[in-house]
C-alpha cells in the first residue's frame, strides 16, 4: 500500500495540532456524509418511480444474466419459518427478495390462497410434472406431495431478486443434489414442547395432523443440526432476537440489500451521525460523493487507517453503493470500487473481513450485471471502466491471501470471469471486445493467482484455456489484441514466472511450438531495429522473449 504523500500528512497533521478533527474522526464524518447524499439519490429515484416500475426495469436484458443465489429456510413445520420469511421480505426495499411459491397436494387451510401461499394441484398432475423433470425437488410429507418446480425459482431470479424457497428436509437433499446453489438456513425449536404448544395453538390442524408432524421433528432435528447441511442454523426461542440474528447474516451474504427507510442506515455503520445537514440539489450530489471518495483514499492509504474504515462499517457502505446501478451513477460507483480496492491491498485484516462478507460471489455477480451483451455503441458499460474497477477490487481482496485465493478459485463463475475479462468469449457471444483497460487488470489478477505460493496443479490446470488464448492473441504481434507492447509484455511476465517457479509447467510445455514460433520471428523483427530509436521501445520486451524461450527449453529438458 502506498505512502501517503508529504504535504497531505503535513495538512492532516496540522489539522490535529489545532485540535479540529483527527483521521478516524474525519473518516467517520466523510462515511457519514456519503450515506447522506446516498441516501438521498435512493430517496429521489423512488420518489419519482413507483415500484412497479422499478421491478419492471429490473427485467432488462442486462440483469437476466445477475441471479443471486437463492436462500433455503428449513425446519420443523410450526417452527416459525412462514413469519421470519414474511418479516424479512418486508424488511428490505423495492422487493429485492422473492418468494418460490411451492406447489402442493393437499387441501388449502383457511385464509391460503392459490398461487400466493402454494400452488394447489392434484395428485396426479404434480406426479406427471416430477416425470417431466419439472421439478427441482420434491417430496411427500405427511401424506401429502410438496415441491418446488424450476419455473417458480426462474421466475423470480430472472428478476434479479434473491429467490427464497420453503421446503422441507427431503426437499433440501434434492436440491443439494441439483445445480441451484443456494444458502441453507435451518429454524430450530427451542423444546419439543414449546413446538407442539405453537401448532396446537396456531389452529390449523387436527390432532392426527399434529401427531403426524410431531413424529417427523426428531429426524429433521437431527439432519438440521448435521455437519455442513446447513449454513446457519437459527433457534427460534424469541422471534425478535432470531430475525435479528439472520437479517445481519443475510446482509453478510448480500452486502447490496438496502433496507426500509425505517430502519435508518445508521445501524449498518455503528451509529455514524448523519449531522443535520441540508441536502444539495440531484445534480450536485455525485459530484460530492466523488470528492469525499477521494478524500478518503488519500487517507487510507495508511494500512491502519483501512482497517478502521472497514471497522466503521466501510465495506457494507461501499458495497451497497456499487450494487445500485438504477440509483447512483457509474462515476460513483467506479470510485466506490477503487475505494475498495484501496483499502484491501496488501491488508490481511481487511481481506480476512472481505471473505466473511462473502464479497468474492458478490462482486462477480456485480461484474456480470454491468457485462455488456450485443455489440452497441449505445451499451453504457461498453468501454469496461465498472467491470475494469470490479477486477481490480476482486485481485486486491484476493491475491496473496491463501484462503481468498482457494475460494474464488472454488466459485463457479471465476474461471468465466476472467475468460470474459481477457476477451476470450467475446466472438462466440457476439460481444463487444474488453477495452484495454479491463485485459490488463485481468491480466495482472491472473498472474497473481497462478504464481502466488498457495497455486498448484489444479489452478493452472483450471485456468488453461485462458493461458492459450493467451498465447494465440496476447503475444502475436500481427493480432490486434498483440499489438499493445504493454499487453505482450505482462503476458510474456506471466509466462516466464511461471517457468521460473519450476512447478506445473505442464501446460506452458504443451504451448511451446506456438511460443518458440512467435518468439523467433518477434526476436528476428526487434533486432531488426538495432541502432534505431525504435529499438529503445522494444528493448523490455526483447529481453523477456529471450528468457521465456531458455526458461521453455530448461523446463522442456527437465
Keep these: 500500500m502506498k505512502t501517503m504523500s508529504k504535504e497531505k500528512r503535513l495538512f492532516l497533521e496540522d489539522v490535529m495540532k489545532n485540535g479540529i478533527i483527527d483521521e478516524v474522526d474525519l473518516m467517520k464524518t ?73 406447489h402442493t397436494t393437499r387441501n388449502p387451510r383457511e385464509g391460503e390462497m392459490n398461487g400466493v401461499h402454494y400452488n394447489f394441484t392434484s395428485v396426479d ?41 420453503d421446503i422441507d428436509v427431503q426437499g433440501v437433499r434434492y436440491v443439494k443434489k441439483s445445480a441451484l446453489d443456494p444458502r441453507y438456513v435451518f429454524i430450530a425449536p427451542p423444546s419439543m414442547d414449546v413446538l407442539e404448544r405453537r401448532l396446537r395453538d396456531r389452529g390449523t390442524e387436527n390432532e392426527q395432523d399434529i401427531a403426524k408432524r410431531l413424529g417427523n421433528v426428531a429426524q429433521e432435528i437431527e439432519y438440521g443440526n448435521g455437519n455442513c447441511n446447513f449454513d446457519r442454523v437459527f433457534v427460534n426461542d424469541d422471534l425478535g432476537n432470531t430475525f435479528s440474528a439472520i437479517v445481519e447474516e443475510i446482509k453478510g451474504w448480500y452486502p447490496h440489500l438496502i433496507e426500509f427507510k425505517e430502519k435508518t442506515m445508521d445501524e449498518d455503520f455503528n451509529g455514524i451521525d448523519h449531522f443535520g445537514k ?124 491463501a484462503l481468498a485465493e482457494s475460494k474464488f478459485c472454488m466459485e463457479n463463475k471465476s474461471k468465466l470471469l476472467l475468460e470474459s475479462g481477457l476477451g476470450l468469449h467475446t466472438e462466440h457471444e457476439t460481444l463487444p471486445p474488453p477495452p484495454l483497460t479491463l485485459r490488463k487488470r485481468t491480466l495482472f489478477f491472473l498472474q497473481a493467482l497462478l504464481t502466488s505460493d498457495s497455486s498448484d496443479e489444479k489452478r493452472i490446470t483450471l485456468f488453461t484455456s485462458s493461458l492459450h488464448y493467451i498465447v494465440n492473441n496476447f503475444l502475436d504481434v500481427d493480432n490486434p489484441i498483440g499489438s499493445s507492447v504493454e499487453i505482450r509484455e505482462m503476458a510474456l511476465t506471466l509466462f516466464t514466472c511461471i517457468l521460473s517457479q519450476q512447478k506445473f509447467v505442464s501446460s506452458i510445455i504443451g504451448m511451446r511450438g506456438t511460443i518458440v514460433t512467435l518468439g523467433v520471428k518477434r ?36
Excluded at 442486462?62 to 421480505?89: A, C, E, H, W, Y
Excluded at 531495429?529 to 529481453?543: P, Q, R, T
Aim: aromatic share 6%; hydrophobic share 35%.
Design 278 to 401: 441540508e441536502p444539495l440539489s440531484a445534480n450536485k450530489v455525485p459530484g460530492k460523493m466523488i470528492e469525499i471518495l477521494l478524500q478518503l483514499r488519500d487517507i487510507i492509504e495508511q494500512i491502519d487507517y483501512a482497517k478502521a474504515f472497514a471497522s466503521m462499517g466501510g465495506i457494507t457502505f461501499l458495497m451497497k453503493c456499487t450494487s445500485e446501478r438504477k440509483h447512483v451513477p457509474r462515476s460513483v460507483r467506479a470510485q466506490c470500487l477503487g475505494v475498495l480496492s484501496m483499502i484491501c491491498q496488501n491488508n490481511p485484516s481487511v481481506q480476512h473481513a472481505m471473505l466473511e462478507q462473502n464479497s468474492m460471489h458478490y462482486l462477480s455477480d456485480l461484474y456480470f450485471v454491468e457485462f455488456p451483451l450485443k455489440k452497441s455503441s449505445t451499451v453504457e458499460e461498453v468501454d469496461g471502466m465498472v467491470r475494469s474497477r470490479i477486477i481490480q477490487a476482486l485481485s486486491c481482496s484476493i491475491r496473496n491471501h
Design 125 to 165: 398432475r404434480m406426479k406427471n410434472e416430477i416425470d417431466e423433470g419439472k421439478f427441482i425437488e420434491h417430496a411427500q410429507v405427511h401424506g401429502n406431495y410438496y415441491g418446488t418446480s424450476v419455473e417458480a425459482v426462474e421466475s423470480v431470479r430472472k428478476l434479479g431478486k434473491i429467490c427464497i424457497l
Design 30 to 102: 466523510h462515511l457519514s456524509e456519503l450515506v447522506r447524499l446516498f441516501q438521498s439519490l435512493v430517496d429521489d429515484s423512488n420518489h419519482s418511480e413507483n415500484i412497479s416500475e422499478i421491478n419492471k426495469s429490473s427485467t432488462s436484458d442486462t440483469l437476466n444474466t445477475f441471479q443471486p443465489r437463492p436462500v433455503v429456510f428449513t425446519g420443523p413445520s410450526g417452527v416459525g419459518k412462514g413469519t421470519l420469511i414474511d418479516m424479512l421480505m418486508k424488511r428490505f426495499q423495492n422487493d429485492q427478495f422473492g418468494f418460490s411459491v411451492s
Design 523 to 558: 526476436v528476428s523483427n526487434i533486432r531488426t531495429m538495432e541502432g534505431s530509436e525504435e529499438y529503445n521501445l522494444y528493448a523490455e520486451e526483447l529481453d523477456l522473449w529471450e528468457r521465456l524461450i531458455v526458461n521453455l527449453a530448461r523446463a522442456s529438458i527437465g
